[in-house]
């Protein structure tokens, strides 16, 4: 068997920037065990693995330890790499995923995915969470993940977590998050349950990141970077049911996985 394969950095326009994502171009599916494996193989944050083909886009996302429900920046690479392959018939791609069909649409450079809103709602404070970040946030909202707000930008990019105590939380990861001097808001966001300590750049939790920040705000709009080592920039829109991740992409290597 043989996989192209492409590795590429999203929400980003530098190669050693954004989030790192594998994406395999499949002619069929194998066992899911098989997906799996590549993902850990790669042990990237998330590979992406899409069945290009008319219609609905078949894509799943692996990260190196299991399959994850919704994935925004494997998602972008996905978009990306289909794009510059040709298979982006009219400009827009609707892929058929675990998280339904989500569409993503290109807007000069930049790709704009149309992802499920998932708003947090108020949560009680476990000691585990102020164990794992090491401090204590001025409030806490729970959605798929924990969303810890913030006094400052700098309160955020402060956190030294113990990722074993985050990883006994009952949830995928935790949201950090503050409002931003130069952006809107900033974030950081640590899932070790799925063998991601800390996420370089994640649009899942800009689906429950842009309806807290609309609610804060009474805005639509706005400007977003995840204020990791590697570091991110997103363009965000709120649509009530929906929100709209923007970003770029580009490859930093290609080849052909020999099975």
Known sequence: ??????????????????????????????????LQRIAAENNLPETAFVAPGGGNVALRWFSP??????CGHATLAAAFILDATGNTPGGQLHFATRSG????????????????????????????????????PGAVYKARDYLCVFD???????????FSA?????????????????????????APRAGIPEDPVTGSSHCTLIPYWAERTGRDRFSARQISPRGGVLHCAHHGARVHIGGKAVVYHSATLTL
């Open 101 to 136: 069909i989500l569409t993503v649409s290109k807007r000069n450079d930049l790709f704009i995915m149309d992802f499920p809103a998932r708003p947090a709602t108020p949560a009680p404070l476990p000691e585990t969470l102020v164990r794992g970040l090491g401090a204590v």
């Open 65 to 70: 330890l299991l399959e994850i429900d919704l």
């Open 1 to 34: 068997m043989r996989i192209p394969y492409f590795h590429v950095n999203a929400f980003t326009d530098r190669v050693f920037g954004g989030n790192p994502a594998g994406v395999c171009l499949l002619e069929s599916w194998p066992e899911d065990i098989l």
């Open 152 to 162: 400052s930008e700098d309160q955020v990019a402060a956190l030294t977590p113990d």
């Open 166 to 190: 985050l990883a006994e939380l009952d949830c995928l990861g935790v949201i950090a998050t503050a409002a931003g001097r130069e952006v809107d808001f900033v974030s950081r966001f640590f």
